[in-house]
């Protein structure tokens, strides 16, 4: 009885802080293409999970969404960004309807995301806001203040701020659901 009561109790506190701490209860449902995150987060010497939180707020894991602007995919590509990086990736042939398969498109954005890894020296919160708002405009404001990659709070644009709180948000209980998820199963971190 005491082993049930305990039971109880832990599952009366998860449940709680799911909703305590806003847990978006969308992020329970399965995460699709993992094989594929994990191949090229790998590759690109990037956290899968954060490709993944990436993933869900950009398109919520729908590999056919398109924004107002025009980015295509998963990974929301915009066409001129995804044909430059097809180039380089070496893809012969590269159409825009090919953002809608998965593993190009997971491809291109991770190698993207690790371009602005490397441009921006690691630092997540100018990766995304490069992500999100463009390189050259984030190279811009970096250059205005030095200490806007610290907390997103000083960027210049309220759409990208929400972006990137978003996403670290997103990774933040990825990483913690996984963290919970090895413990369960006798993994050590």
């Given at each position: ?34 094989d ?91 990766v ?24 997103g ?13 978003e ?14 998820i ?8």
């Amino acid at each position: 009885m005491k082993k049930f009561v305990l039971i109880f109790v832990v599952f009366l506190a998860f449940l709680f802080s799911l909703f305590y701490f806003e847990l978006p209860l969308n992020l329970l449902r399965p995460v699709f293409h993992s094989d594929i995150i994990d191949q090229y987060a790998k590759q690109y010497d990037l956290d899968p999970l954060f490709v993944t939180a990436l993933i869900k707020v950009e398109s919520n894991f729908i590999r056919r969404a398109r924004s107002d602007r025009g980015a295509v995919g998963l990974m929301q590509l915009l066409p001129s960004t995804a044909r430059e990086l097809a180039d380089e990736l070496g893809y012969r042939n590269f159409k825009i309807a090919d953002l809608e398969d998965p593993k190009i498109n997971i491809h291109l954005g991770t190698y993207y995301l690790s371009k602005l890894k490397k441009e921006f020296n690691g630092n997540e919160t100018l990766v995304l806001a490069a992500y999100n708002a463009g390189k050259n405009k984030v190279q811009l404001w970096y250059r205005q203040d030095p200490l806007m990659g610290l907390e997103g709070g000083d960027i210049p644009y309220l759409e990208t701020r929400n972006y990137v709180k978003e996403v670290m948000r997103t990774y933040q209980w990825l990483s913690r659901a996984h963290v919970l998820i090895d413990r369960l199963r006798g993994k050590k971190q």
